[in-house]
């Protein structure tokens, strides 16, 4: 079974930067994207960002494409989330998951799923 690994989260002031990273063992079959999600307490998750594997085709969610930017390493099987001018409202446990698109955000398009890394923002 694919294993997918979420790391660089972490604590941060309003303002500023962090880059998440996604490293998966292996490409799960029927899936040819990397996304990221995130969810905070008591709400549902949401879609954030996705590369394709294929070509360079990405999506955002629209509210977050002026300070996410999404990216891969092919060499080392990765795929990060930069992430600019934080704010409280960004806090929210981030998770990447193997997909059939990035232009297809509904969760049933979506796994499997790494474990997660907490990013909190302080203001």
């Known amino acids: 079974q694919v294993q997918l690994v979420e790391s660089g989260g972490g604590l941060v002031q309003a303002g500023g930067s962090l880059r998440l990273s996604c490293a998966a063992s292996g490409r799960t079959g029927g899936r040819y994207a990397t996304g990221w999600f995130r969810q905070a307490p008591g709400k549902e998750r949401e879609f954030v960002a996705a590369i394709s594997w294929i070509d360079l085709t990405t999506k955002y969610a629209d509210s977050l494409k002026d300070r996410f930017t999404i990216a891969r390493d092919d060499a080392k099987n990765t795929v990060y989330l930069q992430m600019d001018n934080l704010s409280p409202e960004d806090t929210a446990v981030y998770y990447c998951?193997?997909?059939?698109?990035?232009?297809?955000?509904?969760?049933?398009?979506?796994?499997?799923w790494g474990q997660g890394t907490q990013v909190t923002v302080s203001a």
């Open positions: 998951a193997q997909g059939l698109s990035p232009l297809i955000t509904t969760m049933t398009s979506w796994g499997p």
